[in-house]
């Protein structure tokens, strides 16, 4: 069913006459047939990243009941044969029959027509994170088998589907519904289906941290909500239970955990709308990071921002520069703070509900209203004024934070003129060590970040020099994570990346569309030091040009750590996983540990590392970036004990190691 098939409509139509559905099952199974043969367009991707976007669809219908005020359980289980199972106690998918498809019930509209969601008519949610995705009819497109039961009214239903969505037992009372702790009959939903390993070619093993982070970042967004989540694969693997009856105050929490908070209040303050809500959670921290605001709508996590987060910058900005007058923190004489001075270790969720969302940006994570805008900033301009008054020794530790940073940002303005004074005398503005390409198409110029001098020269000699630039990088960079950005232009290897990528620095001037260079490639070794210059890197990417990690222009190298010699010929081993997989398969194999790239001559550089038919590349990218942002200042911040912690939780986790 992946392949065009020219006879589809006679086949969709055959299956409509074998099933119960009636007229508009032609419609229902031509409908299923597009998910399928185009399955990137309704989940982004047939890798990992699409492969748990069907555990999110699932679980968001569930949240919408929780949103709606009519669930506050649920239970995800990822069972040993590797299906998803998720269970919630809300009202049950309605089983009556729908008003726009009248030969099918509500709930067979909700796994087989695209788009339903909890479009019930007048039974609909009134707020829906949902609606934002596809609905759980594509789960059901892109899985061999799914199984529903819903418990409703004290009856419980069932159905199930398979092939990618062709009906195997059509929606039918199956028992009673079993009885709660109170003695009454239970409601909610179980779905559980097996992804079709016909269209996730990469796998469908389900990771298990990842479940946990988005359900976490669920259960803070729905103060009282909780989540249980197991993994049957694994004897030992321990439950998990998620719940936070702080909501988005215990999010800001859990956020600044691993940093140096400058005070122990967490504020907090919402505002009511016609068809909208806001509630805000703020605190500050003592790093120099000015980008720690995260924003949500409807349970979704707006990473590009949007009306919300633009209406809460403004205000804030208004706001703290109006207090610090009053209070005479600034004189007549002084210029207002700006934006990025207050926003300095600022941690910030805002969460909005609103009835009907507008979406922007390529990804659908920009919102678009502009009464929202309105909303935050009448909430943010009355109810903060009123938090710093009731917290005056709170709002002067921020105050004289802001200030400091205030200085720092001049003397980095400073530093950034002579920097283009200095440029500017020299010609191109270009570092001396580039050996930039020959394109002028920054689609096709690759910049390789090489660590060490003699393995930049190695690169130099091995590279296609008309779209790969080298830039050799002396030893480890500044970490950014404890340094304000005045600190950043006294450091030469950081003026380097600067003028090497060309797209300013920071949040408020680095610009996408100047960058010289799509693919941006850390080259390190692969041990531990080289580990340690990625991760410094990646922190400075991250923190200080993070549009180009959205972008997904950020790659990482990947070098070999060894060598084995089969007959006359060469073969190279990525890591020590890799090295026992090949030894389990040749036991009598001898292996040799590479020192380093430096020690690499240019051709084999070349056919192990960098040339593109051969090479093996991991892009960088952001799926969710509060838990990046708890990642880089886990890792990279003041806190030994969490970084501790952290190590000894994700030693064997893939995604660090690749890093």
Not at 114 to 126: I, P, Q, T
Not at 637 to 644: A, C, H, I, L, P
């Amino acid at each position: 069913m992946t392949k065009s098939d020219p006879n589809q409509a006679e086949k969709s139509a055959s299956k409509a006459e074998s099933s119960d559905y009636g007229a508009s099952s032609i419609q229902v199974l031509e409908g299923l047939e597009a998910v399928r043969k185009r399955p990137g367009m309704y989940i982004g991707s047939t890798g990992p990243t699409g492969l748990h976007h069907l555990v999110w669809e699932v679980v968001d219908n569930a949240v919408d009941e929780a949103m709606a005020g009519h669930c506050d359980l649920i239970d995800v289980t990822v069972k040993a044969d590797g299906s998803v199972e998720v269970l919630d106690n809300g009202r049950g998918i309605p089983v009556d029959k729908h008003p726009k498809y009248e030969d099918m019930t509500a709930a067979e509209v909700v796994l087989t027509v695209l788009h339903a969601g909890g479009k019930f008519g007048g039974g609909g949610y009134k707020v829906s994170g949902g609606l934002h995705g596809v609905g759980v009819s594509v789960v059901n497109a892109l899985s061999t088998r799914v199984e529903v039961e819903i418990d409703r009214e004290g009856k419980r239903h069932g159905m199930s589907f398979k092939n990618g969505g062709d009906p195997d037992n059509k929606l039918s009372v199956i028992g009673d519904s079993p009885l709660d702790d109170d003695g009454n009959p239970r409601t909610g939903t179980m779905v559980r289906f097996w992804p079709d390993p016909a269209i996730f070619k990469e796998g469908t093993e389900f990771r298990f941290q990842t479940l946990v982070d988005r359900f976490q970042t669920m259960a803070f967004l729905n103060a009282g909500l909780e989540f249980h989540v197991h993994d049957e694969r694994d004897a030992d693997a321990e439950d998990v239970v998620l719940r936070y009856d702080g909501g988005i105050k215990d999010f800001v929490m859990h956020l600044n955990a691993s940093k140096e908070a400058l005070f122990d209040q967490v504020g907090w303050y919402s505002e009511d709308g016609d068809d909208e809500t806001v509630e805000i959670a703020f605190s500050w921290n003592t790093g120099y990071n000015t980008d720690g605001i995260h924003s949500f709508a409807n349970g979704i996590n707006t990473t590009e921002g949007g009306m919300h987060e633009q209406g809460f910058r403004t205000a804030l900005t208004r706001t703290v520069n109006a207090y610090a007058r009053d209070r005479g923190f600034l004189k007549e004489k002084d210029e207002n703070f700006a934006g990025e001075d207050i926003r300095e270790g600022l941690t910030a969720v805002i969460s909005v509900q609103v009835v009907e969302p507008q979406f922007e940006g390529q990804t659908k994570s920009k919102l678009g209203n502009v009464s929202v805008r309105s909303l935050v900033e009448k909430a943010t301009n009355e109810k903060l004024k009123e938090w710093f008054e009731e917290h005056p020794n709170e709002a002067k530790a921020m105050v004289t934070k802001a200030s400091n940073a205030a200085k720092a940002r001049i003397a980095a303005t400073q530093a950034r003129q002579n920097i283009r004074r200095k440029s500017a005398l020299d010609g191109a503005g270009l570092p001396g060590k580039l050996a930039d390409c020959q394109s002028k198409d920054p689609s096709e110029s690759e910049l390789y970040i090489v660590e060490g001098n003699s393995a930049g020269g190695s690169a130099k000699d091995a590279r296609d020099p008309h779209s790969m630039a080298i830039l050799p990088i002396r030893g480890k960079i500044l970490n950014v994570e404890r340094a304000r950005i005045d600190r950043m232009f006294k450091n030469t290897e950081i003026i380097s990346l600067i003028q090497a990528i060309g797209a300013g620095l920071g949040e408020e001037e680095f610009e996408l569309e100047k960058a010289r260079y799509h693919k941006v490639i850390l080259l390190a070794d692969a041990d531990v030091d080289g580990s340690h210059i990625r991760t410094l890197l990646l922190t400075f990417f991250f923190r200080q040009m993070r549009p180009l990690v959205e972008a997904g222009y950020i790659y990482i190298a990947q070098p070999p750590l060894y060598s084995t010699v089969v007959g006359k010929k060469k073969i190279y081993l990525k890591d020590d996983r890799s090295r026992d997989d090949y030894a389990a398969e040749h036991p009598r194999a001898e292996f040799q540990r590479l020192k380093g790239l430096g020690e690499m001559d240019a051709e084999e550089l070349w056919d192990t590392t960098m040339d593109p038919e051969t090479r093996t590349l991991l892009q960088v990218t952001v799926e969710q970036a509060a838990i990046a942002d708890e990642v880089f200042a886990v890792l990279m911040g003041d806190d030994v004990e969490s970084r501790k912690q952290f190590i000894q939780t994700n030693a064997d986790d893939v995604r660090f190691l690749d890093i």
